[in-house]
T-cell receptor, first 113, second 114 residues
Framework: SQTIHQWPATLVQPVGSPLSLECTVE??????LYWYRQAAGRGLQLLFY??????ISSEVPQNLSASRPQDRQFILSSKKLLLSDSGFYLC????????????FGDGTRLSIL | AQSVTQLGSHVSVSEGALVLLRCNYS??????LFWYVQYPNQGLQLLLK??????LVKGINGFEAEFKKSETSFHLTKPSAHMSDAAEYFC????????????FGPGTRLSVLP
């Protein structure tokens, strides 16, 4: 069966520090991969998605970036965090085909001090 | 392009009462529809999905949803609410394989009162 791993679960970082969040998927190949952010009490904001290695689409201009160095690895990064980057970050994967649902990791709670 | 609206950002029901969470979609092609549940500080969990076939779809935890094409709706129901159903619920629509066309609604927070 397929599983998705996302870490760390919580992270406290100072303003201006770098960020690296990692997400890996097991048990499937060539998944579509997604990064979302949730502000407190808000809905899902799609940040990035990827349909293949090295292929990244950005939905929202920001100081975050994403990379997909391997088929089942998706990384969210920042060189310098802002206070506004605080939130709950979710990674998801989806199989090929429009009927496929997205499957989510457990999320990372990021607090910027 | 697709879009999803969820009427009511916050719904409160008494324990044992009917749960009805509303979802309406807009899609230029036949849609595939999904409901997700999110508990605090957790990821989203798939409750149920409609792809083709029977328009009444049953999911986990006693939830079900009915696809009504004429009303462009996919409302989520449960006959009797439990305290454990308190969570955020998201409706989503998909019409193709690409990221920008898997669209989530804004969510509805369900509170269950004792």
């Amino acid at each position: 069966s397929q599983t998705i791993h996302q870490w760390p679960a919580t992270l406290v970082q100072p303003v201006g520090s770098p960020l690296s969040l990692e997400c890996t998927v097991e048990g499937t190949s060539n998944p579509n991969l997604y990064w979302y952010r949730q502000a407190a009490g808000r809905g899902l904001q799609l940040l990035f998605y990827s349909v293949g290695i090295g292929q990244i689409s950005s939905e929202v201009p920001q100081n975050l970036s994403a990379s997909r160095p391997q088929d089942r690895q998706f990384i969210l990064s920042s060189k310098k965090l802002l206070l506004s980057d605080s939130g709950f970050y979710l990674c998801a994967w989806r199989g090929q085909g429009a009927r496929q649902p997205q499957h989510f990791g457990d999320g990372t709670r990021l607090s910027i001090l | 392009a697709q879009s999803v609206t969820q009427l009511g950002s916050h719904v409160s029901v008494s324990e044992g009462a009917l749960v009805l969470l509303r979802c309406n979609y807009s899609s230029s092609v036949p849609p595939y529809l999904f409901w997700y549940v999110q508990y605090p500080n957790q990821g989203l969990q798939l409750l149920l999905k409609y792809t083709t076939g029977a328009t009444l779809v049953k999911g986990i935890n006693g939830f079900e949803a009915e696809f009504k094409k004429s009303e462009t709706s996919f409302h989520l129901t449960k006959p009797s609410a439990h305290m454990s159903d308190a969570a955020e619920y998201f409706c989503a629509v998909s019409a193709d394989n690409y990221g920008q066309n898997f669209v989530f609604g804004p969510g509805t927070r369900l509170s269950v009162l004792p």
